[in-house]
């Protein structure tokens, strides 16, 4: 059993550009979230999906964050117009989420973005 | 609203000491599950322990522990004998079973073990 994956592990960009990274759960897993690390701090939710339904965004998920999760398998979360303060760890997880319990969420390795 | 606090922003001690991480968390649920994480180095997030809210028998899993106090709100983790290898930044965090979907995290304790 694979843990989940994350791809890229490191995006350096320049302010303005769009970027996207892509995470894969683990197979059987239903949900997958979204969670943003910066130095010092813990993740901060962004967003969730269980199956291919996004259920819930973070208000620190602003116009220039869209998250998809098409087939409800990998994800991709794009960032438009970069800005300095986007750089961080970008965390996803995923869980297999039973009805109205609040599961385990294993984490992936992360995707480290520098906005230069 | 939910919220974790950990006090302690950075812990040192030396090989073979036990050392105590303090996990303190608000919530207006009844129904809650409090996890505990550990960062290494390498970045990646490990899963620790998961507990819910009508579970406070406390837990040992080799040199871990956990104790769990509704009464003061409290999720406090034990490491007994530490090792260098148990330097990491710890997390705390509390999922709502209102708000299944996501986690809160506590800011992070970083210990550093010496030998």
């Known amino acids: 059993d694979t843990g989940v994956s994350q791809n890229p592990r490191h995006k350096i960009t320049k302010r303005g550009q769009n970027v996207t990274f892509r995470c894969d759960p683990i197979?059987?897993?239903?949900?997958l979230y979204w969670y943003r690390q910066t130095l010092g701090q813990g993740p901060e939710f962004l967003t969730y999906?269980?199956?291919?339904?996004?259920?819930?965004k973070s208000r620190l998920l602003s116009d220039r964050f869209s998250a998809e999760r098409p087939k409800g398998s990998f994800s991709t979360l794009e960032i438009q117009r970069t800005e300095q303060g986007d750089s961080a760890m970008y965390l996803c997880?995923?869980?297999?989420?039973?009805?109205?319990?609040?599961?385990?969420?294993?984490f992936g390795p992360g995707t480290r973005l520098t906005v230069l | 609203a939910q919220k974790v606090t950990q006090a302690q922003t950075e812990i040192s001690v030396v090989e073979k000491e036990d050392v105590t991480l303090d996990c303190v968390y608000e919530t207006r649920d009844t129904t809650y599950y409090l996890f505990w994480y550990k960062q290494p180095p390498s970045g990646e997030l490990v899963f620790l322990i998961r507990?819910?809210?009508?579970?406070?028998q406390n837990e040992i899993s080799g040199r871990y522990s956990w104790n769990f106090q509704k009464s003061t709100s409290s999720f406090n983790f034990t490491i007994t004998a530490s090792q260098v290898v148990d330097s990491a930044v710890y997390f705390c965090a509390l999922s709502e079973n209102t708000n299944a979907g996501k986690s809160t995290f506590g800011d992070g304790t970083t210990l550093t073990v010496k030998p």
């Open positions: 197979s059987e897993h239903n949900r």
């Open positions: 507990r819910n809210s009508f579970d406070e």
């Open positions: 999906f269980q199956n291919e339904a996004q259920l819930e």
């Open positions: 997880a995923s869980s297999l989420a039973l009805a109205g319990v609040a599961d385990t969420q294993y």
